[in-house]
């Protein structure tokens, strides 16, 4: 395995919930419920799990644009918490953040050039008569032109502005992006162009990414590893291969089955699951996927299963292992 | 790398580049209602300028041989009482009504965006404290306090021009508490954009997160609310003045000049001394209301294509 | 046909707006027999929607009909007054939107919205009609259901919401339900349950389904025949295994490659370029020329026809002119 880039130690982020005139907390919603695993340099860690189980959530507060509730997050090495503001701002570039709306990720006052080229400046990393230049560069990298330079963003499709996007993250030249469910609002046949051109960009650059996506298709196809969360905690982990034929966890098998497959000859065996998700304000004791698991025990309700490795770097929280 | 499609960039090339304001611009062109709000507007401000310069009277120039004269051909809207040509006094009133309102709305647009842009991007305390403030604002009874200010300038005999200043300033005082409300909200609510974090993401100074990517979001809705304002403005600077509390003479204003209708002499027998003021007051009050509706509409900070 | 339910024939439904004209649905036809299920695919903006809404009749300004027959059970739908047609909404057809919080009416309890379908078109009372709703929300699976009629929408989940939704459409035995991206805005595990609870109720009820979606893992489970649609024309149509395993327009085709398989190992996706063209100014000739990797000269210049290209199998792309 290669070399440690991001390292996640029991990360918890807890929103409180607040109600009446005083706003005095009546509870949390336990979005990051105690998760730890690792991103090595040049990989692509694929997250997915439901809505609301906490993915953007996690995204987000590993590179603190959110304060976490505990835990630690290290990005080489160094604690992304304990950093001072001035310290954070300059590390900022390093780790980037691709959006999942394009409408509401692109300032509509701002032109693409200024969109893609402002932090350049701002970090003093490119001079004021190179910047074009720099930004014409990125856009073409993304599949853009040099004519957009001087456009608006509605002027653009909503595939065209996840490349701008994703041009504003990488002429910083960041070690890691976080991709919050870049293609999840893009038509079929744009999101294949994005996912290409996030492989393309890791190729050339050796980015490594966390991609977050509900799409088990596409995390398969574009991820190393991939994680799937439920309430707020990471239920396994492995690398795709193993993860997608050998599925130990009762909720990573459910999902499997439920990805509608576009062969209608195939038929395949279903596991549906009963009841809906539960909310995370109130989750369900002990293993908190025991409401819906079809092999549900006794001890299941009563105590938490560790996440555990189960061989070979295949992490899974689950007490039938 | 994808091919990109040849088709679009051409397509892009060859258009017109589409800045958020020129293509407000042109929905507003589309809105006919607002066009003729924008012309009647612009008329009024153009009579108002040069209407003077091109009058053969001046405003104060009495003609006491010829004193509440109909209208005629030498005096197209008729003389008042001391023989002052109507129709130059009318343009005189538009400049100062419509400079009452303009100087009332700049006041209240400096207080109303600064206050509400501190208070909507700093949040907590502070923003409690400013809208405790607005509230109080929003609940003073505006009326009486200015009775009471009018009546404490005439006991200090302040001089008719410098009571105008005081009448702007007062009704740009009393009025920015909206426009600082709806400031706080478009930052509130811009602040949760996700081009807000992508700037945080980014390591964007606040200075500049503050005056390169919030303040140009909340232009639109400020000039709208300053539009539709200066409509309010003009109005209460008339009522004022008609109630005798505002610009007073030899002065004239719009309100002031309608004053005059308060006897039923003049009202009956003299209508070319009421009735154009009064028609003054409620087409530009009219047309700034309609032109601000359009505005609103096509400054829809929904950009569509 | 006799065992035709519903036949359009040549539906143009435009829009008129401010920045110009929109074919949205631009001479469609198509039929749905009985018992079928009819996958309808295609991506955002291409006029499935539109294409569902012009059956009933409830497209409103600046939209507008212009042409088109809808044939339902020998009546021409397109010619029906108001009056008329709002007795066949809901009652022999029905229809489940992408969004159910904003088809229920928030201020309602579910049994009320459900109750007053019901007595809309069935001659039952108030006391009946609820009875007949708690039974609806039990068909469909939803635990709890004698409190779940008193409970307003806002109180329930996404998936529980598409079922009360479900239970309202198939309350009074529909001929034809249309369903518009049912399971768009739901999970991945809610949506097995919800199109598993489709698949039942359709064999026990019999009904036809017009099934939108743009998810081709979905159509490929639940139609019998498929139509896929692009910028407001029918492209392809075929029976589902057909279509699946002989694509023949090629859109379709890169549709079907662009999206990645769990099943399936690829090295790199096969994507379209380009993007959707732009309603106001649609390309000349095949509106798909400027994605296309097979562009001929004809294909700017004229636009192709859907034509049966082999059996029971239609495709508009001049590739196929006299193949058969
Ligand atoms: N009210 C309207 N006014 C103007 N144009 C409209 C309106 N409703 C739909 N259209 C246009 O009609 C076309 C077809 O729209 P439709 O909603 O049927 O697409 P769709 O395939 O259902 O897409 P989606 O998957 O996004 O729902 C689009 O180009 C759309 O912009
Ligand atoms: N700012 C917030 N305040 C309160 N709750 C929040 C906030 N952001 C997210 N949550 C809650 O945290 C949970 C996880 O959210 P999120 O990470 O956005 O989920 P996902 O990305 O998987 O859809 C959800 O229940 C969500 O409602
Ligand atoms: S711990 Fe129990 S409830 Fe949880 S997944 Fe395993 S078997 Fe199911
Ligand atoms: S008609 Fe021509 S452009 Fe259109 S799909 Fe067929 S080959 Fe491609
Ligand atoms: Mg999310
Ligand atoms: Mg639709």
Redo the contacts between chains.
């Keep these: 395995m290669g070399e440690v880039l991001l390292k996640v130690n029991n990360l918890k982020k807890y929103f409180s919930i607040t109600a009446g005139v005083f706003q005095h907390t009546v509870g949390y919603v336990r979005a990051v419920d105690g998760v730890s695993f690792e991103i090595n340099k040049g990989e692509t860690l694929g997250l997915v799990g439901e809505s609301g189980c906490g993915k953007t959530t996690l995204g987000r507060t590993i590179i603190r644009l959110q304060d976490r509730t505990s835990g630690e997050v290290y990005f080489k090495d160094k604690d992304v918490f304990k950093l001072k503001r001035e310290e954070l701002r300059k590390l900022r570039p390093k780790m980037q953040i691709i959006f999942q709306d394009p409408y509401s990720s692109l300032n509509p006052r701002m032109t693409v050039g200024e969109i893609v080229g402002e932090a350049l400046l701002e970090h003093n990393m490119a001079k004021r008569n190179e910047l074009q230049d720099r930004v014409v560069k990125a856009l073409e990298m993304c599949g853009l032109s040099s004519y957009h330079i001087r456009r608006y963003p509605h002027e653009f499709s909503g595939g065209q502005r996840q490349r701008i996007g994703i041009a504003r993250a990488l002429i910083l030249d960041p070690d890691f992006i976080v991709a919050d469910e870049p293609v999840s609002a893009l038509d079929v046949s744009i999101q294949a162009q994005i996912v290409n051109l996030l492989m393309d960009l890791q190729q050339s650059y050796g980015f490594t990414y966390l991609f977050i996506s509900h799409d088990l298709s596409v995390v398969k196809h574009i991820s190393h590893r991939v994680g799937v969360m439920y309430l707020g905690s990471m239920v396994e982990m492995a690398d795709k291969k193993e993860l997608y034929e050998n599925p130990l966890h009762p909720y990573t098998k459910a999902l499997l089955s439920a990805v509608p497959i576009p062969d209608p000859t195939l038929k395949r065996e279903r596991i549906i699951l009963e009841g809906d998700i539960p909310s995370p304000a109130n989750p369900p004791s002990g293993c908190k996927f025991h409401t819906r698991c079809p092999f549900v025990m006794k001890k299941c309700s009563e105590e938490i299963p560790e996440y555990k490795d189960a061989g070979s770097g295949h992490f899974v929280a689950c007490h039938l292992l | 790398?994808?091919?990109?499609?040849?088709?679009?960039?051409r397509?892009?090339?060859t258009e017109d580049?589409?800045?958020?304001w020129k293509?407000a611009w042109r929905?507003l062109k589309?809105n006919k209602l607002a066009m003729l709000g924008l012309y009647i507007l612009a008329i009024m401000v153009l009579l108002s300028v040069v209407g003077p310069l091109v009058s053969p009277y001046t405003m104060e120039q009495m003609d006491l041989s010829n004193i509440q004269s109909p209208p005629s051909l030498a005096h197209p809207m008729g003389t008042d009482e001391v023989g002052r040509d109507v129709m130059t006094r009318l343009f005189y009133a538009g400049r100062i009504s419509l400079s009452v309102g303009l100087f009332a709305v700049v006041i209240s647009v400096v207080i109303g965006s600064v206050l509400g842009g501190i208070a909507g991007y700093y949040g907590g305390f502070i923003d409690s404290l400013i809208m405790r403030i607005v509230d109080i604002f929003m609940s003073f009874p505006f009326l009486p306090l200015l009775i009471t200010i009018a009546a404490v300038m005439s006991d200090w005999k302040v001089p008719p021009q410098y009571r105008m200043f005081v009448v702007m300033i007062l009704i740009g005082i009393l009025s920015w508490p909206g426009l600082a409300r709806i400031v706080r909200g478009q930052i509130l609510s811009l602040r949760e954009?996700?081009?807000m974090?992508?700037?945080?993401?980014?390591?964007?100074?606040d200075r500049?997160k503050i005056f390169?990517?919030l303040l140009?979001?909340t232009y639109a809705s400020i000039i709208v609310s300053a539009t539709l304002d200066l409509g309010s403005a003009i109005l209460t600077e008339s009522s004022l003045s008609f109630l005798g509390l505002g610009v007073t003479p030899p002065t004239p204003s719009w309100g002031q000049m309608v004053q005059v209708a308060r006897d039923l002499y003049t009202l009956q027998m003299q209508p070319w001394l009421w009735i154009p003021p009064g028609i003054c007051i409620f087409l530009t009050v009219m047309a700034i209301n309609l032109f601000g509706d359009g505005l609103r509409d096509a400054l829809d900070?929904r950009?569509?294509? | 046909m006799a065992d035709d339910l519903l036949a359009i024939h040549d539906l143009r439904t435009y829009f008129y707006t401010e920045d110009g004209l929109v074919k949205a649905v631009d001479g469609v036809s198509f039929k749905i027999k009985k018992g079928e299920v009819l996958g309808v695919v295609g991506e955002s903006g291409c006029g499935k929607s539109i294409t569902a809404m012009s059956i009933l009749k409830l497209i409103d300004p600046p939209g507008k009909i212009i042409s088109g027959d809808v044939i339902f059970e020998g009546i021409n739908l397109i010619e029906l007054k108001e009056d008329d047609i709002r007795k066949i909404r809901g009652a022999s057809i029905s229809v489940i939107f992408q969004e159910p919080m904003t088809s229920l009416n928030p201020v309602f309890t579910i049994g009320d919205q459900i109750g007053e379908a019901i007595m809309l078109h069935q001659d039952l009372d108030k006391v009946n009609a609820r009875k007949k709703a708690i039974e609806m929300l039990k068909t469909v699976g939803i635990p709890r259901a004698d409190e779940v009629v008193d409970e307003y929408p806002h109180e329930l989940s996404g998936g529980m919401r598409q079922r009360a939704m479900i239970a309202m459409a198939i309350s009074c035995n529909p001929k034809l339900l249309i369903a518009d991206e049912p399971t768009t805005a739901l999970d991945v595990t809610i949506q097995a349950q919800i199109l598993e609870l489709m698949r039942n109720l359709k064999n026990d009820l019999g009904s036809s389904v017009m099934l939108i979606t743009h998810d081709l893992g979905v159509v490929a489970e639940m139609a019998d025949y498929v139509i896929v649609m692009y910028a407001g024309k029918i492209v392809e149509e075929a029976e589902v295994v057909e279509l699946f395993k002989n694509a023949k327009h090629p859109y379709t085709i890169g549709l079907l490659q662009s999206k990645p398989v769990i099943m399936r190992d690829e090295d790199r996706l096969n994507s379209i370029p380009g993007q959707v063209p732009n309603p106001l100014h649609m390309p000349s000739g095949c509106y798909f020329h400027p994605r296309c990797s097979h562009a001929m000269d004809i294909c700017r210049e004229s636009q192709p026809e859907l034509k049966e290209v082999c059996e029971g199998h239609k495709a508009a792309c001049w590739l196929y002119e006299g193949v058969i």
């Design positions: 790398m994808e091919a990109k499609s040849i088709e679009d960039v397509e892009l090339a580049i589409m800045s958020p293509l929905r589309k954009q996700e081009f974090q992508a700037a945080e993401a980014l390591g964007i100074r500049r390169r990517h140009p979001n900070p950009l569509k294509r």
